[in-house]
């Protein structure tokens, strides 16, 4: 689609209003979208001075606009007047919309310099192409050139391309010590033992608490988070590490049960020959007990079913492979959609009804379930294909994928002070009751926890306003990932070696959440491009090849049929939505006699 460039100006001059407005009124917030743009990417008429004058008003300690009309017309010259005419005219038109350029600032801002980066990958690829093709150019200087487009395309928005680490100080003790220590210690990366901790944490809190953002807004402690690495990158060793303490829960739990079955046995045992000699105080038989559960690993959601009915409180599922859990098909004779529909429930803490043929029909109020576990870069796109992504199953995990290091020799386990002041924390958090109706308990927000709340909410609204597709999807579930990391961190805080929290949310908590949430989404956006752009992209060669040979366009089944590496269930629909994605082939309908059918065709 040819896009419109006549609004860019008008895009720069909402742009410029935005700054000049914000410029008095949140000095910060002008600074940071001061920085978005470079002032050589304006276009319009004085827009490169302006700009600049602004970038450097915002570094005054009370800047005005008689600053910026100083700097401009410092920087303009003899050209002062057109700098003070169009200084004017956007204050005049910033004042007679006032917080409507403020709240499209970013926005424009992004799309400047989205602009701007277009234009230089353009240039610096004409100068390529020439270069190329004369034929005295030395290699070096080809190579130089092709150079210079890869860093003219990689400034600006694809800068977000590049991994950045774990925010473990955002992790209050003492998760955030074991996390940095344990991932010290096994030489691995930190979101390899922060991602199944605060899984394991959330599960322990379960349906005890919620968090209300505001009134009619409440979120459960429900984390979905899943690493992506390679082999040999430590993470079961990391997984653990960090799943030690609910495992110990469960062994503890398993062992208990033990105990009790032998009771309930021998109680049985002696009713049983009660009722046999008619004896009158016999009474009703002992009630078999059930295992408390709090970790589960390979189960389906028939198996869930009343595991969730006998604990209420909920349950981790924790898998060292994750490729199996998302092969719903495996388990329900190919009806794998409703099979992830009911999992889908399980992340809101929607109610669950399992009918089982022998066993009859099992409800479950709120079915309160988090995930963790680790799948392959390479696995990820062929297993996840494009049907858990238009599901919007992977839009609710958090998505990592650290780089890969080379392996060392561990160094020894996590100081035994630490891994204690964790395990005590856990305990704590397995002891907290939900309110007196068995409901979960509400925490609130403190007043300057609200605040920062609603201006985290206001602005990623717009930024998933902006946002399209996967990613669009995956940043309206990414507010709730902040609520849920907030309530998680809270109660870890609460059950902590800090003073004594009370039952209502602060800011330092709320801020904690929202930090995490920024690193998880702009991480899912980075592993999203690396599973269309990266990863089997290469194979997919092979696919547009096999479409070419057949008249340049073909269906999944076709690919499916023709090719060996893509039979895999949703292999092939996920090689053809990275091919229209990246711009080589585009949706069509293929007349197959019957009914159309999806097909591509390549440009």
Known sequence: MKRDTTRRP?????????LLETLTDDLARCREAAALVEPAAMTIEAGPELLAAIQAAAALEAPSLADVLRLARE????????????????????????????????????????????????????VATAVAADPGAEPAEIE??????????????????????????????PVGGFVAEAAERLSTDATLVGFPILASVAATIGNRRRIELWPGWREPPILWM???????????????????????????????????????????????????????????????PEAERVLVDDI????????????????????????????????????????????????????????????GTIYVPAAAVSITGTIQPKVLARVVGSRHIDNGLLQRFMLAAPPRRM???????????????????????????????????????????????????????????????????????????????????????????????GNRIDKDSIARGIGLARWAAREWGRVLAGMERGGIENDDRRVVRFIADRGGTATARDVARGLRGYREPGAAEAALNRLTRSGRAEWSAQSTGGRPADAVRLK
Not at 327 to 350: I, Q, T
Not at 455 to 464: L, M
Request: glycine share 8%; charged share 25%; net charge negative.
């Open 10 to 18: 008008e895009a720069e001059k909402a742009y410029l209003a935005g």
């Open 75 to 126: 920087r303009a010259g003899d050209d002062a007047e057109r700098e003070k005419a169009l200084l004017a005219d956007l204050s005049t038109a910033s004042a007679s919309n006032r917080g409507g350029y403020a709240r499209g600032m970013d926005r424009h801002a992004r799309e400047i310099m989205r602009a701007a980066t277009r234009r230089r990958t353009i240039e610096a690829a004409a």
């Open 144 to 173: 130089a050139a092709a150079a210079a487009v890869a860093e003219a395309s990689a400034r600006g928005p694809t800068e977000g391309l590049a991994w950045e680490p774990f925010p473990v100080g955002l992790l209050p003790d």
């Open 226 to 288: 899943a690493g992506v690495a390679a082999p040999g990158s430590m993470k079961s060793p990391a997984a653990d590490a960090a799943l030690q303490f609910i495992r110990q829960r469960q062994h503890e739990a398993f062992v208990a049960h033990g105990a009790a079955m032998s009771a309930w046995e021998a109680g049985k045992r002696e009713h049983d020959r009660a009722s046999r000699r008619h004896d009158a105080d016999a009474g009703p038989p002992p009630e078999r």
């Open 300 to 359: 389906t959601i028939e198996s869930l079913g009343p595991i969730l009915q006998a604990n209420p409180a909920g349950v981790l599922v924790a898998r060292d492979e994750l490729s199996g859990w998302f092969d719903f098909d495996r388990y329900s004779a190919g009806k794998g959609g409703g099979e992830a529909s009911r999992w889908l429930s399980c992340y809101g803490a929607a109610p669950l009804t399992v009918d089982r043929k022998l066993t």
């Open 407 to 501: 392996k060392e020799i561990p160094r020894g386990d996590v100081d035994f002070a630490t891994v204690e002041a964790v395990r005590s924390m856990f305990a704590t958090l397995a002891a907290i009751r939900p309110a007196e109706d068995g409901s979960p308990q509400v925490l609130d927000l403190e007043p300057e926890a609200a605040a920062a709340w609603e201006a985290f909410y206001r602005e990623h609204a717009e930024t998933q306003y902006e946002a399209d597709g996967p990613v669009g999807e995956m940043l309206s579930k990414a507010e709730a990932w902040a609520a849920r990391l907030a309530l998680v961190i809270h109660m870890i805080r609460q059950a902590g070696p800090e003073p004594v929290l």
